[in-house]
């Protein structure tokens, strides 16, 4: 059976408008996944997740986060007993006289360099430069 020579390019014509459609069809199931799942896919952040679009208008406005007054839970601090080396600092020297504002911070360090970790514990002194502030 032999084919025209129209109907082979129709038929050439239509296998590249299949390939294409296909092409488009892939394109937009990417686009309307990557809209419900968000820009880094399935490892997208809460923070970064799109909202529902059924979700009420009061929890797409509310606030995240913790509840305010909440303590958390955070590294815990090295009372002076259990710190391996305590370091007292001043505020650097820029020439002027200091004025104690009898303030002290402490600041917990674990320094792992070594093998065994070391707890220092650094004791800032706040003081106030009349000139600086």
Do not use: W
């Not at 990417?30 to 923070?47: I, N």
């Not at 797409?60 to 303590?71: C, D, I, Q």
């Not at 104690?100 to 003081?127: G, M």
């Amino acid at each position: 059976m032999a084919y025209c020579k129209g109907c082979i390019e129709k038929e050439l014509k239509i296998a590249t408008l299949e390939e294409t459609i296909k092409g488009l069809k892939a394109q937009l199931r990417y686009r309307e996944r990557k809209e419900e799942e968000g820009p880094f896919g399935l490892s997208t952040p809460s923070s970064k997740m799109p909202f529902k679009t059924n979700a009420s208008e009061e929890k797409t406005n509310r606030k995240g986060g913790a509840v305010p007054g909440h303590k958390g839970h955070g590294r815990k601090s090295v009372t002076e007993e259990a710190a391996d080396l305590v370091i007292d600092r001043d505020a650097p020297d820029c020439g002027t006289t200091l004025v104690s504002v009898k303030k002290q911070t402490n600041r917990t360090v674990i320094d792992n360099a070594c093998r065994e970790p070391k707890k220092i514990l650094y004791r800032l002194h706040h003081h106030m430069r009349p000139n600086c502030k």
